[in-house]
């Protein structure tokens, strides 16, 4: 993430007590190492670093670091433009809060708590599982490679939850107050306007928005293949009989209702048609998918001679999945294509959701090449 010094940071080294002088010495310090250790973006203005440098008792090692900060100050200070979010050190005491100064949300610490070196270790980066952070990352670098951040590095812890892991892991996190931590979560939305599902919604009731430290990210589709454009899956199963049904189903899927209901279909196991037979015709689910199966021209009548009881006695497909491996499936081709440097192309229908999801990530994980010092 980028910590930005505000110019407060050094009054406290001339007009405060010992003890304070002692703690701000000790948070630019632990900003020098993070820095050093490539963990984070390290920045301020002109004049600030140049009172660090000159007129700061700190370490050889630190002030080289600051040194540097500042000779690379015109190539770096960019940054604080490009990215979303950002954490500003300032001079005064007891301030951990959250700000909105125009398109940014400024996370305010006071540099005593950077006494504590763990608030500066890499940014958890927390998801249902390890693949789905191994995707955000992968996005993310195609994300860059379109954009003006390609020179921006990602620097995280990544962990993995899911179900009632993540919840516990994030609260955990959170409680501590000692780290900094982005949680991105499926929507699990069934139809346009449904609710949270159950590892979201549990997720959302304890987060506290008076924690700055942590924030979650919620996806505006159902899961996270369903961020994945459709060119990158029919590139990926071309030559497989079985997903070559899936990409046909996406395909007529995506032609009608402005595309949207491909944000909500599953695409790993599909959809069948007791699922719809299965709820009350007055209720939102069957309202949505029965509007969408007839702009598709799909019957709603079972052809089943006798009526189902459970979603695998179903013979009536009304959309084929990828099946539970696709997203693994899905890395291994990203994998190979960057292998080659062959690149990958944002598609319209899911851009929006990306460019969210990307920048978030981006301002959370950005870090620097390690500094040998």
């Keep these: 993430m980028v910590f930005f010094i505000?110019?407060?940071?050094?009054?406290?080294?001339?007009?405060?007590s010992k003890?304070?002088?002692?703690?701000?010495?000790?948070?630019l310090e632990?900003?020098?190492?993070?820095?050093?250790?490539?963990?984070?973006?390290?920045?301020?203005?002109?004049t600030t670093l140049e009172y660090i440098t000159q007129k700061s008792p700190l370490s050889t090692v630190s002030c080289g670091v600051y040194k540097r900060i500042l000779n690379r100050l015109p190539q770096e200070k960019p940054y604080i433009d490009v990215v979303s979010w950002y954490v500003l050190v300032v001079g005064y005491s007891e301030v951990l809060e959250l700000e909105s100064i125009?398109?940014?949300?400024?996370?305010?610490?006071?540099?005593g708590y950077l006494e504590n070196?763990?608030?500066?270790?890499?940014?958890?980066?927390l998801a249902e599982n390890h693949d789905d952070v191994e995707f955000y990352q992968s996005i993310t670098e195609i994300y860059q490679s379109a954009t003006d951040n390609g020179k921006i590095k990602?620097?995280?812890?990544?962990?993995?939850?899911?179900?009632?892991?993540?919840?516990?892991?994030?609260?955990?996190?959170q409680n501590r107050r000692d780290r900094l931590c982005l949680c991105i979560l499926d929507s699990d939305f069934r139809y346009q306007g449904s609710s949270h599902g159950q590892t979201c919604s549990a997720v959302m009731r304890i987060d506290d928005p008076l924690q700055p430290l942590c924030v979650v990210h919620t996806l505006q589709v159902r899961e996270i293949e369903n961020l994945i454009p459709t060119s990158f899956y029919a590139e990926a199963v071309t030559g497989d009989p079985n997903r070559e049904k899936a990409l046909q189903s996406l395909v007529e899927i995506e032609s009608v209702a402005s595309g949207k209901a491909r944000h909500f279909v599953d695409l790993k196991k599909g959809h069948r048609l007791y699922e719809l037979l299965s709820v009350s015709s007055d209720s939102p689910k069957y309202q949505y998918w029965k509007s969408i199966l007839e702009a598709l021209g799909t019957s709603i009548v079972c052809a089943?001679?006798?009526h189902c009881n459970r979603r695998e006695e179903c013979i009536c497909v009304t959309f084929f999945g990828f099946g539970d491996a696709?997203?693994?499936?899905?890395?291994?081709f990203i994998k190979q294509k960057k292998a080659v440097g062959t690149p990958l192309q944002i598609d319209a229908k899911t851009q929006d959701e990306w460019r969210e999801c990307c920048e978030l990530i981006i301002a959370w994980c950005c870090g620097s090449t390690p500094i040998a010092t």
């Design 19 to 27: 003890s304070v002088r002692a703690s701000v010495l000790c948070a």
């Design 30 to 46: 632990n900003l020098a190492q993070a820095r050093r250790q490539g963990k984070h973006i390290v920045l301020s203005d002109r």
């Design 326 to 332: 696709i997203l693994r499936y899905l890395l291994n």
């Design 102 to 111: 125009g398109d940014k949300h400024v996370i305010k610490i006071w540099a």
């Design 6 to 16: 505000d110019k407060s940071v050094t009054l406290l080294l001339s007009q405060s």
């Design 154 to 173: 990602l620097v995280f812890e990544p962990r993995g939850g899911g179900g009632h892991t993540t919840v516990a892991e994030y609260n955990s996190i």
């Design 304 to 306: 089943a001679p006798n």
């Design 117 to 125: 070196f763990n608030l500066l270790s890499e940014t958890v980066f």
